[in-house]
């Protein structure tokens, strides 16, 4: 453990060394181009958000529902049946959480540029981008090609070195102002939990601290106060308190309960790491003020935590600097997740300053003297997911992608924003360059404290409540040929042109015209 002039002499190294970062960093800024045009005040969002969630649910229109649900019967045969299926020997029928739709899974079997088409042959505007990574738009022939190749000559895996290794490390470090090294793995949950070992290894400390309602994974440790905050261990389920016993949470937004938990650790130990989402939580569903990561980073180096930033969504999608290089301020570990292999298997990584990475170097240049961070995975960094992320990166850059991506967030939360206004509608819709947020449901805002146990009751029950609404919303935004992340977020690609946005807010328009109050 460290001592108080241990930490006070590392808290000025720190400084000292984040200034050097921060000065690199201000002048790759100038050469970035960003998909934010504008970062909006977010006091009038929460202000919205609050009006919608004292609104109570107005329930879709019956004849809307039923047109919906019919549209699934007749148009969605074979994707039924496959799911019907499926379900003999599949948990829930599919694989994992983004397929997971009201009334039941669709299923898909192409998906080109700004469009997804299912088994039935009905066609959809793609808004959920594979979960975010696809900036380029769904499946890009520049980058199937080079994955072609690959699968050609090597095929994809050896189990050893490929210089795609290389390439793709190389390219990730040259952009992100603070990765000096770079270790790709299989996911972003595997990367937050190399990253929070490292911080432990790094500081000697235990404690991490997360901001309340982000999601960083489903392993052990990070199961804690997901989706809603305040909520602690409440999804924890099959987890033994230990392995959360030196997780907290604070509430978003709220510097002075962040450093009054920070004060309190350090009589229990200190603080190992602080680890956010730099929009904010569920990928800006909560947004930040512009300073409070800069403000975070102050407060990390004044009680010697590391600063992780988990960049799973916004490397490479808010610019090839990501959220770190927008705001300017610089992290100790970055997150790295599905973006990094340009959406094909085995993406993930974690990059960060030399100091730190030093705790994942293996081979023969590795350090004995230095307590190493177990990490593996056969299939991390297999020459199919290095050179599919190299070629998107490339991409991304040699097109301008961010920007393009940026422009039609911009024109889709502006039209929906005009739709709504026309309609007198309660809901709130706002975004950060191309990822769109559209409430309807307000149900991760609802405010779910278990400190107050009296208040649970009717916090729960509007939780199912809005829950349901929000699905309901899906199906229907689903039933008109638009696919969304739970009916609630949409990420906006280069491939969706100012005709493919307006095809979509058309297809909003219809909808939302029939549930104005």
């Known amino acids: ?130 979960g975010g990574p696809t900036v380029l738009g769904s499946n890009p022939k520049e980058v199937r ?28 470090c040259e952009y992100m102002p603070s990765v000096e090294k770079f270790r790709m793995l299989n996911s972003g949950s595997e990367s937050v939990i190399a990253a929070v070992r490292i911080a432990r290894l790094a500081t000697g400390k235990k404690k991490v601290i997360k901001i309340g309602g982000a999601y960083h994974g489903w392993m052990d440790q990070m199961v804690y106060g997901t989706r809603i905050p305040r909520t602690g261990r409440f999804e924890a389920h099959g987890i033994p308190r230990a392995y959360t016993k030196h997780t907290q949470e604070v509430y ?65 999608r808010v610019g090839m600097q990501g959220a770190q290089g927008y705001f ?57 997911s290095c050179v599919a992320g190299y070629y998107t990166l490339k991409n991304i850059i040699e097109t301008d992608a961010c920007v393009k991506a940026g422009k039609a967030g911009d024109r889709l939360c502006n039209g929906l924003q005009a739709i709504i206004d026309k309609h007198k509608l309660p809901y709130v819709t706002y975004n950060q360059g191309s990822i769109v947020h559209l409430e309807t449901s307000g149900v991760l805002f609802i405010d779910v404290n278990f400190a107050k146990p009296w208040t649970l009751p009717s916090a729960l029950k509007q939780i199912k409540i809005r829950k349901d609404f929000m699905e309901q919303m899906g199906a229907v935004f689903m039933s008109t040929g638009i696919v969304t992340i739970a009916g609630s977020r949409l990420y906006t690609s280069a491939a969706q042109t100012d005709k493919v946005i307006d095809e979509a807010l058309t297809k909003f328009e219809r909808i939302f015209k029939q549930i104005a109050i």
């Open 1 to 130: 453990m460290e001592t108080v002039e241990q930490t006070k002499h590392r808290s000025s190294k720190q400084d000292n060394n984040t200034q050097q970062i921060n000065s690199a960093a201000t002048e790759m800024v100038k050469q970035t181009n960003y998909s934010i045009t504008e970062y909006h005040d977010i006091n009038p969002i929460y202000k919205k958000l609050q009006n919608l969630v004292d609104t109570p649910v107005v329930n879709l229109p019956k004849k809307l529902l039923d047109t919906s649900l019919r549209y699934f019967d007749e148009k969605c045969v074979r994707s039924k049946n496959m799911i019907d299926r499926a379900k003999e020997y599949i948990p829930g029928g599919v694989q994992h959480n983004l397929a997971f739709n009201y009334p039941y899974p669709i299923v898909f079997d192409k998906a080109e540029g700004a469009y997804l088409y299912d088994i039935d042959g009905n066609r959809y505007i793609d808004f959920l981008q594979a």
């Open 145 to 172: 090609e080079k994955a072609i190749e690959v699968l050609n000559t090597t095929g994809p895996s050896t189990g050893l070195f490929h210089e795609y290794e290389y390439k793709l490390a190389k390219l990730i």
């Open 252 to 316: 978003p937004n709220n510097l002075k309960a962040l450093e009054r938990k920070l004060l309190f650790n350090t009589l229990r130990g200190g603080t190992a790491a602080i680890i956010l989402e730099p929009l904010g939580t569920e990928s800006g569903t909560r947004p930040v003020p512009k300073g409070y990561n800069q403000k975070v980073r102050n407060l990390c180096d004044k009680y010697g935590a590391l600063l992780i930033f988990d960049e799973v969504v916004t490397a490479f």
């Open 328 to 384: 300017n301020v610089m992290p100790d570990l970055t997150v790295f997740g599905k973006v990094v292999a340009g959406g094909y298997p085995s993406a993930g990584g974690i990059g960060g300053k030399n100091e730190y990475m030093k705790y994942l170097a293996a081979g023969l240049d590795g350090d004995k003297k230095i307590k190493k961070a177990k990490v593996g995975g056969t299939m991390a960094a297999n020459p199919l």
